[in-house]
Protein backbone atom coordinates (compact mmCIF):
# COMPACT_ATOMS: atom_id res chain seq x y z
CA UNK A 1 0.00 0.00 0.00
CA UNK A 2 1.38 3.54 -0.12
CA UNK A 3 1.03 5.58 2.50
CA UNK A 4 0.46 9.42 2.54
CA UNK A 5 1.42 11.36 5.50
CA UNK A 6 0.20 15.35 5.82
CA UNK A 7 2.21 17.68 7.77
CA UNK A 8 1.30 19.42 9.71
CA UNK A 9 -1.44 18.05 11.35
CA UNK A 10 -2.61 21.29 12.71
CA UNK A 11 -2.18 24.62 11.19
CA UNK A 12 -2.76 27.81 12.64
CA UNK A 13 -2.36 31.03 10.45
CA UNK A 14 -4.44 34.43 10.03
CA UNK A 15 -6.22 35.84 7.14
CA UNK A 16 -3.77 37.10 4.33
CA UNK A 17 -1.17 34.85 5.71
CA UNK A 18 0.38 32.30 2.37
CA UNK A 19 -0.14 29.01 3.45
CA UNK A 20 1.43 25.72 2.84
CA UNK A 21 0.34 22.43 3.76
CA UNK A 22 2.62 19.37 2.80
CA UNK A 23 1.94 15.73 1.63
CA UNK A 24 4.92 13.01 1.41
CA UNK A 25 3.90 9.64 -0.60
CA UNK A 26 5.73 6.32 0.35
CA UNK A 27 6.86 5.90 -3.10
CA UNK A 28 6.76 7.99 -6.26
CA UNK A 29 2.97 8.54 -7.62
CA UNK A 30 3.89 10.14 -11.05
CA UNK A 31 1.67 13.33 -9.69
CA UNK A 32 -1.57 11.48 -9.59
CA UNK A 33 -2.22 13.65 -6.51
CA UNK A 34 -5.21 15.53 -5.55
CA UNK A 35 -6.42 17.55 -2.52
CA UNK A 36 -9.81 17.91 -0.84
CA UNK A 37 -10.84 20.24 1.42
CA UNK A 38 -13.40 19.34 4.05
CA UNK A 39 -15.82 21.67 6.00
CA UNK A 40 -17.72 20.58 9.14
CA UNK A 41 -20.28 18.58 8.57
CA UNK A 42 -20.18 18.88 4.68
CA UNK A 43 -18.63 16.54 2.09
CA UNK A 44 -14.79 16.52 0.92
CA UNK A 45 -14.64 18.79 -2.29
CA UNK A 46 -11.85 18.54 -4.83
CA UNK A 47 -9.79 21.36 -5.21
CA UNK A 48 -6.89 20.07 -7.34
CA UNK A 49 -6.21 17.48 -9.42
CA UNK A 50 -3.12 16.09 -10.50
CA UNK A 51 -0.95 17.75 -8.68
CA UNK A 52 -1.57 21.22 -10.23
CA UNK A 53 -5.15 21.67 -12.19
CA UNK A 54 -7.49 23.50 -10.43
CA UNK A 55 -10.71 21.99 -10.26
CA UNK A 56 -13.44 24.32 -11.90
CA UNK A 57 -15.22 27.19 -9.98
CA UNK A 58 -12.02 26.72 -6.94
CA UNK A 59 -10.98 30.14 -6.37
CA UNK A 60 -7.31 30.74 -7.85
CA UNK A 61 -5.39 31.45 -4.58
CA UNK A 62 -5.29 27.59 -4.34
CA UNK A 63 -2.28 26.01 -6.19
CA UNK A 64 -0.60 22.92 -6.53
CA UNK A 65 3.09 21.89 -6.76
CA UNK A 66 5.37 18.58 -6.39
CA UNK A 67 5.90 15.43 -8.05
CA UNK A 68 7.72 12.09 -7.18
CA UNK A 69 6.82 11.65 -3.43
CA UNK A 70 6.25 15.43 -1.89
CA UNK A 71 3.43 17.61 -3.12
CA UNK A 72 2.22 20.73 -1.79
CA UNK A 73 -1.28 22.39 -1.53
CA UNK A 74 -0.99 26.60 -1.24
CA UNK A 75 -3.49 29.20 -0.41
CA UNK A 76 -1.60 32.50 -1.34
CA UNK A 77 -3.38 34.55 0.87
CA UNK A 78 -5.74 32.85 3.21
CA UNK A 79 -9.39 33.69 3.57
CA UNK A 80 -11.96 33.21 7.06
CA UNK A 81 -13.97 30.29 4.46
CA UNK A 82 -10.61 28.96 4.15
CA UNK A 83 -11.11 27.19 7.62
CA UNK A 84 -11.28 23.46 7.15
CA UNK A 85 -9.39 19.87 7.08
CA UNK A 86 -7.58 19.61 4.19
CA UNK A 87 -6.94 15.95 2.59
CA UNK A 88 -3.82 14.16 -0.20
CA UNK A 89 -5.50 11.77 -1.97
CA UNK A 90 -3.31 9.38 -4.69
CA UNK A 91 -4.77 7.28 -7.27
CA UNK A 92 -1.05 6.32 -8.54
CA UNK A 93 -1.31 2.73 -7.55
CA UNK A 94 -5.18 1.79 -5.59
CA UNK A 95 -6.29 4.88 -3.84
CA UNK A 96 -5.56 6.37 -0.30
CA UNK A 97 -5.89 9.13 1.53
CA UNK A 98 -3.68 11.26 3.77
CA UNK A 99 -4.96 11.86 7.47
CA UNK A 100 -5.67 15.50 6.70
CA UNK A 101 -4.28 18.70 8.01
CA UNK A 102 -7.11 20.91 9.66
CA UNK A 103 -6.24 24.70 8.95
CA UNK A 104 -7.68 27.41 11.43
CA UNK A 105 -7.61 30.61 12.12
CA UNK A 106 -5.06 32.36 14.45
CA UNK B 1 -26.67 19.24 -12.29
CA UNK B 2 -25.31 16.63 -10.76
CA UNK B 3 -26.00 15.55 -7.89
CA UNK B 4 -25.83 12.41 -5.84
CA UNK B 5 -27.45 11.04 -2.59
CA UNK B 6 -26.48 7.95 -0.09
CA UNK B 7 -29.21 5.91 2.10
CA UNK B 8 -28.87 3.28 4.49
CA UNK B 9 -29.95 1.64 7.55
CA UNK B 10 -28.82 4.08 10.35
CA UNK B 11 -28.26 1.54 12.01
CA UNK B 12 -27.35 -2.06 12.34
CA UNK B 13 -26.20 -5.09 14.87
CA UNK B 14 -22.63 -6.55 14.85
CA UNK B 15 -22.61 -9.63 12.00
CA UNK B 16 -25.15 -7.94 10.15
CA UNK B 17 -24.88 -7.33 6.20
CA UNK B 18 -25.12 -3.22 5.63
CA UNK B 19 -26.22 -2.47 2.29
CA UNK B 20 -26.50 1.18 0.90
CA UNK B 21 -28.04 2.97 -2.10
CA UNK B 22 -25.91 6.07 -3.97
CA UNK B 23 -29.04 7.39 -5.77
CA UNK B 24 -27.58 9.97 -8.85
CA UNK B 25 -28.89 12.37 -11.63
CA UNK B 26 -27.10 14.80 -14.02
CA UNK B 27 -25.06 12.08 -15.72
CA UNK B 28 -24.99 8.55 -16.49
CA UNK B 29 -23.31 5.96 -15.05
CA UNK B 30 -23.54 4.11 -18.21
CA UNK B 31 -21.35 7.00 -20.09
CA UNK B 32 -17.65 5.98 -21.23
CA UNK B 33 -15.31 6.79 -18.38
CA UNK B 34 -17.68 7.00 -15.95
CA UNK B 35 -17.24 5.62 -12.21
CA UNK B 36 -18.85 5.54 -8.96
CA UNK B 37 -17.24 5.16 -5.86
CA UNK B 38 -17.83 4.37 -2.31
CA UNK B 39 -15.51 6.23 0.37
CA UNK B 40 -16.03 6.05 4.24
CA UNK B 41 -15.15 8.44 7.14
CA UNK B 42 -15.06 7.46 10.66
CA UNK B 43 -16.08 10.65 12.79
CA UNK B 44 -12.95 12.92 13.27
CA UNK B 45 -11.12 10.91 10.88
CA UNK B 46 -9.81 10.70 7.66
CA UNK B 47 -11.48 8.77 4.43
CA UNK B 48 -10.71 5.12 3.24
CA UNK B 49 -11.91 4.50 -0.53
CA UNK B 50 -14.00 1.15 -0.60
CA UNK B 51 -15.03 0.56 -4.05
CA UNK B 52 -15.83 1.15 -7.51
CA UNK B 53 -18.30 0.52 -10.22
CA UNK B 54 -17.53 1.58 -13.97
CA UNK B 55 -19.85 2.18 -16.94
CA UNK B 56 -19.24 -0.84 -18.15
CA UNK B 57 -19.45 -2.58 -15.17
CA UNK B 58 -16.17 -3.62 -14.13
CA UNK B 59 -15.77 -3.80 -10.35
CA UNK B 60 -12.98 -2.75 -7.95
CA UNK B 61 -12.23 -2.95 -4.34
CA UNK B 62 -10.16 -2.12 -1.65
CA UNK B 63 -7.79 -5.31 -1.38
CA UNK B 64 -7.81 -4.72 2.63
CA UNK B 65 -11.82 -5.47 2.54
CA UNK B 66 -12.22 -7.00 -0.71
CA UNK B 67 -13.75 -10.33 0.97
CA UNK B 68 -16.78 -8.44 2.89
CA UNK B 69 -17.82 -5.76 0.16
CA UNK B 70 -20.30 -6.21 -2.85
CA UNK B 71 -21.18 -3.11 -5.17
CA UNK B 72 -23.05 -3.08 -7.83
CA UNK B 73 -25.36 -1.16 -10.16
CA UNK B 74 -29.60 -1.07 -11.17
CA UNK B 75 -30.24 -1.37 -14.82
CA UNK B 76 -31.09 2.15 -15.29
CA UNK B 77 -27.40 3.32 -14.60
CA UNK B 78 -28.92 5.86 -12.03
CA UNK B 79 -27.98 3.82 -8.45
CA UNK B 80 -25.14 2.39 -7.13
CA UNK B 81 -25.05 -0.09 -4.33
CA UNK B 82 -22.47 -1.52 -1.84
CA UNK B 83 -23.42 -4.18 0.59
CA UNK B 84 -20.93 -4.88 3.81
CA UNK B 85 -21.41 -8.30 5.34
CA UNK B 86 -20.09 -9.14 8.94
CA UNK B 87 -19.83 -5.52 10.31
CA UNK B 88 -18.65 -4.80 13.44
CA UNK B 89 -18.12 -1.52 15.56
CA UNK B 90 -14.94 -0.02 13.58
CA UNK B 91 -17.47 -0.18 10.47
CA UNK B 92 -19.13 3.25 12.26
CA UNK B 93 -18.66 5.90 9.83
CA UNK B 94 -20.30 8.40 7.54
CA UNK B 95 -20.67 6.66 3.80
CA UNK B 96 -20.22 8.73 1.04
CA UNK B 97 -20.88 8.01 -2.83
CA UNK B 98 -18.72 9.93 -5.33
CA UNK B 99 -18.59 10.65 -8.95
CA UNK B 100 -15.08 10.02 -10.95
CA UNK B 101 -14.85 10.71 -14.91
CA UNK B 102 -11.77 9.01 -16.22
CA UNK B 103 -8.96 9.56 -16.83
CA UNK B 104 -8.39 9.99 -13.17
CA UNK B 105 -10.33 9.21 -9.67
CA UNK B 106 -10.89 12.59 -9.52
CA UNK B 107 -14.27 12.35 -7.55
CA UNK B 108 -15.39 15.50 -8.68
CA UNK B 109 -19.31 15.20 -7.26
CA UNK B 110 -19.98 13.79 -4.22
CA UNK B 111 -23.14 12.99 -1.96
CA UNK B 112 -23.75 14.57 1.22
CA UNK B 113 -23.07 10.83 3.17
CA UNK B 114 -25.10 8.82 5.20
CA UNK B 115 -24.03 8.03 9.02
CA UNK B 116 -23.87 4.32 9.80
CA UNK B 117 -23.80 3.10 13.47
CA UNK B 118 -22.99 -0.31 14.36
CA UNK B 119 -24.26 -1.11 17.91
CA UNK B 120 -25.85 -3.84 19.51
Known amino acids: DIQMTQSPSVLSASVGDRVTLNCKAS??????LNWYQQKLGEAPKLLIYNTNNLQTGIPSRFSGSGSGTDYTLTISSLQPEDVATYFC????????FGAGTKLELK | QVTLKESGPGMLQPSKTLSLTCSFSGFSLSTSGMVVSWIRQPSGKSLEWLAAIDWDGDKYYNPSLKSRLTVSKDTSNTQVFLKITSVDIADTATYYC????????????WGQGVMVTVSS
Open chain 2, 98 to 109: ARSLLPGYNFDY
Open chain 1, 89 to 96: FQHNSWYT
Open chain 1, 27 to 32: QNINKY
